[in-house]
Every structure is written in structure tokens, then in C-alpha cells.
T-cell receptor, first 115, second 115 residues
Framework: ETGVTQTPRHLVMGMTNKKSLKCEQH?????MYWYKQSAKKPLELMFV???????ENNSVPSRFSPECPNSSHLFLHLHTLQPEDSALYLC??????????????FGQGTRLTVV | AQTVTQSQPEMSVQEAETVTLSCTYD???????LFWYKQPPSRQMILVIR??????QNATENRFSVNFQKAAKSFSLKISDSQLGDAAMYFC????????????FGKGTLLTVNP
């Protein structure tokens, strides 16, 4: 059983829809991440939360809105997406670097298709 | 900016044989970490092995070992006694040390294991 759980596993949405991706970690970590994995491209870091505060936002369009209500849960709210946003969205968690957090642990991802 | 290059989009190996996956990186930092992640069809990114830049000794985890050439900025992964379950996408990743959260990934190498 993975320590990082993502739901849903698959999502198809229209460009006018609003949906949310959910991530939950059971590893006692205090940093959580959203990565985007597109075909033929390296994984792209989207957002980082540390102790529920956003610490990185890598020029992500505002149609993606993250939320971290506590250290175990992370959401990615989606609205008015474009077809090019279709990708695998991976959640990860780790301890903070200041606490020796070096390795990130990943979930199984949500395969998003925008039609 | 740090970059990670995997020059082999695809590799294949016979079961029980040995295969080496290549990775080079570019950084001006002296404190950093290198990783190999495996992504099977289940899509979950799994850490295979990690190397601290300050360690001269190459990391080893069972059948997996690395050849870390710091001066050449090369970090290859050797898989010995390949098994069918080793078939997956393999990603090389870099992380700067200190209070840094970001993993920089290469584009990946698809490994096929032939019975």
C-alpha cells in the first residue's frame, strides 16, 4: 500500500468544468508537492507546500489552484482547463529539507484528460 | 539552472543480463543529491537508489548500483540480473542541497526486459 494516495485515478473533464484532485499522505511528512507529467517532457514541479504554507509556485496558470488544509492533505482545484493541460498529475510528500527530508515519495497519479 | 539529461529514450535487456542507463547533469553546486526513480505501468514513481554528492563511494541497493563520476557530472544506473519486473520508465533526478525542495528530472528511459 502506498503511503501517498491520490484520487481519482482517472478524470475526464470539459473545459468549462470545475474539478478537484485529492492527495493524502500517511507518512508523517510535512511537505507536499504537485508535479505535472506530460508525454515526452520531464516532470514539472507545480507547487510546494511546507507546513501548510506555499513555498514554491512555478509560474503555474491561475486555472490551477492548490490548497493544503493540513500537512496530510493536498488538493489541486481545476477550472476552465485547456486540452494541453491533459497530463498525469503526481502528488509527492517528504520531510522538510531542514529536518533531513531528502527523498520524495510519490502517489500513483491522476490521469487527467481535458476534452 | 540545473538540467538533467538522459540520452537513451529506450533500452532493452535480456532477462538475467546487465544493463546500464545513462544520466548526465549540469550544476555549479557542490552540495546536491542524485536519484534514480522507477515508474512502472502502475504509474507510481518509486525511488530506486540515491547518491549524496559528498560521498565518493557509489551507492548500491541489491541488484541496483550507480557509477557516480562527479567531475564528469555523470550518474549511471546499472541493473544486474535483470528481471521482468524491472521493466519500467527510469528517471534520473537531481536535488540541490540545503533548504531546497525541488527535484529536477530527466526525460526518462523506457526499459524493456525480454524473457
Amino acid at each position: 500500500e502506498t503511503g501517498v494516495t491520490q484520487t481519482p485515478r482517472h478524470l475526464v473533464m470539459g473545459m468549462t468544468n470545475k474539478k478537484s484532485l485529492k492527495c493524502e499522505q500517511h507518512l508523517g511528512h510535512n511537505a507536499m508537492y504537485w508535479y505535472k507529467q506530460s508525454a515526452k517532457k520531464p516532470l514539472e514541479l507545480m507547487f510546494v507546500y511546507s507546513l501548510e504554507e506555499r513555498v514554491e509556485n512555478n509560474s503555474v496558470p491561475s486555472r490551477f489552484s492548490p490548497e493544503c488544509p493540513n500537512s496530510s492533505h493536498l488538493f489541486l482545484h481545476l477550472h476552465t482547463l485547456q486540452p494541453e493541460d491533459s497530463a498525469l498529475y503526481l502528488c509527492a510528500s517528504s520531510l522538510n529539507p531542514g529536518q533531513g527530508g531528502i527523498e520524495a515519495f510519490f502517489g500513483q497519479g491522476t490521469r487527467l484528460t481535458v476534452v | 539552472a540545473q538540467t538533467v539529461t538522459q540520452s537513451q529514450p529506450e533500452m532493452s535487456v535480456q532477462e538475467a543480463e546487465t544493463v546500464t542507463l545513462s544520466c548526465t547533469y549540469d550544476t555549479s553546486e557542490s552540495d546536491y543529491y542524485l536519484f534514480w526513480y522507477k515508474q512502472p505501468p502502475s504509474r507510481q514513481m518509486i525511488l530506486v537508489i540515491r547518491q549524496e554528492a559528498y560521498k565518493q563511494q557509489n551507492a548500491t541497493e541489491n541488484r541496483f548500483s550507480v557509477n557516480f563520476q562527479k567531475a564528469a557530472k555523470s550518474f549511471s544506473l546499472k541493473i544486474s540480473d535483470s528481471q521482468l519486473g524491472d521493466a519500467a520508465m527510469y528517471f534520473c533526478a537531481y536535488k540541490r542541497g540545503g533548504s531546497n525542495y525541488k527535484l529536477t528530472f530527466g526525460k526518462g528511459t523506457l526499459l524493456t526486459v525480454n524473457p
